[in-house]
């Protein structure tokens, strides 16, 4: 399978388990102890295996971009910082609207095709909306028990995330 050009994620319930406008109280601050936290103290985590995978594609030499809607921007960035996520990523488009916007610009920063793209997102209306550009994706979702369907000679996936987040890393490998 060709490699894809580009490997752009979303952040909310993608590299981490909540909304960061919603659910976790910006600022953030790292402890001497290297733990992550809220305004409030609450210590915040991405999901485990995200630096592997993000580490895998950079072996791969697949460039990494972000794509948030939230309207926290400045803790998100915040948050890619600290969790020293921000040397992946080529790109990070964060703010509010359709990702539509978001892919426009992205393809006008890097050069790459929307038919190269590989996209990885948990909401179904951004993966609507993202592929009708033609990129290809991956929705992660939740759902009680492990399912997949997908075409084999392609990276057009709808993956249950299932009740472990290890075997959703195993398939984010095989996609790659
Ligand atoms: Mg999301």
């Not at 981490?16 to 609450?42: I, L, M, N």
């Not at 803790?75 to 426009?104: C, M, N, W």
């Amino acid at each position: 399978m060709e490699l894809p050009k580009l490997a752009v994620f979303d952040l909310d319930y993608t590299l981490w388990p909540f909304w960061v406008d919603t659910h976790v109280d910006p600022p953030f601050h790292k402890s001497s102890d290297g733990t992550v936290r809220d305004r409030r103290g609450q210590t915040i985590r991405l999901y485990p295996e995200v630096p592997e995978v993000l580490d895998r594609f950079r072996g791969l030499g697949v460039p990494v971009a972000a794509a948030s809607r939230t309207g926290e921007i400045e803790g998100a960035k915040q948050l890619l910082e600290l969790f020293d996520l921000d040397r992946y990523f080529v790109q990070r488009e964060i703010y509010p609207g359709s990702k539509v916007t978001h892919f426009e610009r992205l393809r006008q920063k890097t050069g790459v095709p929307f038919s190269q793209m590989l996209f990885f997102d948990d909401e179904k209306r951004n993966i609507v909306d993202v592929s009708k550009l033609g990129t290809e994706w991956c929705y992660l979702h939740s759902c009680p028990e492990w399912n997949e369907s997908s075409s084999p000679n392609s990276r057009i996936r709808d993956i249950c995330k299932g009740p472990s987040w290890t075997l959703r890393f195993s398939l984010w490998m095989s996609l790659i």
